[in-house]
């Protein structure tokens, strides 16, 4: 580093400092003619308004704390259950865009060029206010099955409950999770010892037959159903997905669907012919090779990109805020702002909300994309 | 000795499937297996319903002329197109004064002018194209939209909406995005320590937060940051917002290009005496632009599709003045709203579509030259 880079670096700093500090005199002179409070005691007040969907318990007279969590969860139910249903369509049309069938394949393509440039938050206000509010009112519901219903207040799906004795059914359902997973791992370690496939299946339906079997001795059949029935305007009972929820969650995952099945399709192509070739020359079948050699090796190009849109459809799941599905933005850095009139505060806690979410997920798959590439040098 | 063996001929082979021509085609590529020929009539099932649907609604149960939600109101309901028409010069212009809405034809057109030779790579005149675009262009488009100046009335940007302020935020932000973009990567990749951590803070930050808290920030907490009586408008901070947001972006693809940039390429430039500057101008940056073109385009399209989300923050840009407008009681009809949104959905996908055939075009040019 030469002196001059050193002399431009400090300059910068004197500048970076002092323009901080016009910004900070600022802000604290105008919170004070504006008799804004500031710091973070608003946590604790208050909050005095209700909230469509909350995954934990609230009431209005819960603080402004709970609320930014309810918010949270909501933000990352949507996220979760959108970026799975994204993968799995992702997946599909990638592959089906790949397919040596020129039907299949084109209308792959014709779903990816439309999903893909038309804009999120136009997809979202579409099925929101264009199809899910425009559907008819409970009483005239459209019935799906017998128990199921969809109208401008939502979905409402048959349910259940728990009675006594559920816990037995939960332990058995646990301890066969568990052992299959021990299972699996067992069998596929001694395949990488041995070479010959192990097969665990009957063993493990035997012993998750036999803890059911036991869970019923125990508890008989302690669940009851829930059906929805019309109630005056609106359900009752059931399981009721808000119409803001459905079509955030539909929006999202088509959209992002759209990018994960180009992305996928580059990683099955980057998997060269050679390997194709090889495959078919061991005699394994299609599927096996595909299953065997391709993906595995397809998602080591897979996955960075992969992970950018996970953390692209968890920011853009903001957008709720558009068709008030309350999540963090629309109820934290929306009602609570405009009742509150912190912004500085909220605004630095919604962002740092965000930033610390998207470090989880990339950590969470960078450790994931490691444990495969390493699986990928060995060969 | 010869020994009568009697020869008698093969029975002949059958004749060949079909491979060429278009019974071959149909064959290999639709009806190879009988697997394919379940996937190919339940696709075919699929597609002539959802077409089915389609034409009905946008052309047989259609409405197309009519002026209020009456001629829209029958028994079997489409597409309610009068609505779109009645409604497009506020779906271009906004609020924008019937009178002046020449100066925003104006401006449209002489963008268009400037932009189309460039785009065509064997036009003449690059570098005059260029000037014209990046310095008149601007310049002629702030005095035209904005006026006051040269007798033009003066039209404040709370009465701008429409296509115009989605071009207007789009371009501004591709505008700025690419030289702020580039200037962080660099930044990024310098040796001086704080630079370079102030570009990765910068980078990160930005792109960790979705784009709404940004201009959540630049919309209400920016008022806060500036002294007392200062303020600017709206649409101004946006684009400030926007800008900010997509160089961040822009800024990880210029890096992808340039640390894909062989450091040879760096060695000769230093050896040829060449300044940081001028090894960046004139070796440097021209190659990792050219490899990064895609990842370019592809920023700009995100961008352009994230205009959208300035009608959250009480912009009207072309969705926002859409969706302002089913509000209009005379046009309240079942399908406004899906007319509406099929309307804004085909102008952006043009836009968008066009953009990543051209980044597809230029590509495969560049390559073929590198060949």
Redesign the interface.
Known sequence: MSRRDVVLQFLMLVLLGLGLSWLVSNVTGNLERQNIASGFGFLNERAGFGISQTLIEYTEDDTYQRVLIIGLLNTLLVSVIGIVLASVLGFVIGVARLSSNWLISKIAMVYIEIFRNVPLLLQIMFWYFGVLRNLPSPRRAIEIGDSAFLSNRGIVLPGFTMLEGAGWYVAALAISLTAWFVMRRRAHKKFLTTGTPQSYWRVLALGAGTMFAIAYAMAGFPFAADVPALRGFNFRGGVNIIPEFAALLLALSLYTAAFISEIVRSGIVSVGQGQREAAAALGLSNNTTLRLVIIPQAMRVIIPPLTSQYLNLTKNSSLAVAIAYPDIVSVFAGTTLTQIGQAVEIIFITMMVYLSLSLLTSWAMNSYNKRIALVGQNA | MSSATHWTPKPPRPAPVHTVGVRGWIRT??F?TPS?TL??LV??A??YLTIDTLVHWAYIDATFSGANRDACLKAVQGACWPFVDAKLGQFIYGRYPELERWRVDLVFASGVIGLIPLLIPAAPFKRANVIYLLGFFPVFAFIMLTGGRFGLEPVETTDWGGLLVTLVVAITGIVASLPLGILLALGRRS?????RS?CIGFIE?F???????VL??AS??L??????GVNFDKLMRCLIGVALFSSAYMAEVVRGGLQAIPKGQYEAAAALGLGYWKSMRLIILPQALKLVIPGIVNTF?GLF?????V??VGLFDL?GIV?FH?TDASWAT?ET??TG?AF??FV??VF??AM?RYSIFMENRLSTERD
């Open positions: 590529n639709l190879a394919d996937l190919t696709a075919m699929v597609l040796q001086m320590p704080i630079v102030l930050i792109r960790g937060v979705p784009l709404i808290t959540f920030m209400v907490m008022p806060l940051f500036l002294p007392d399209i599709k994230d205009t959208t989300l009608l959250i969705l969706q089913f079942p709203h899906i949104y804004a959905a952006f996908w968008c579509f990543s």
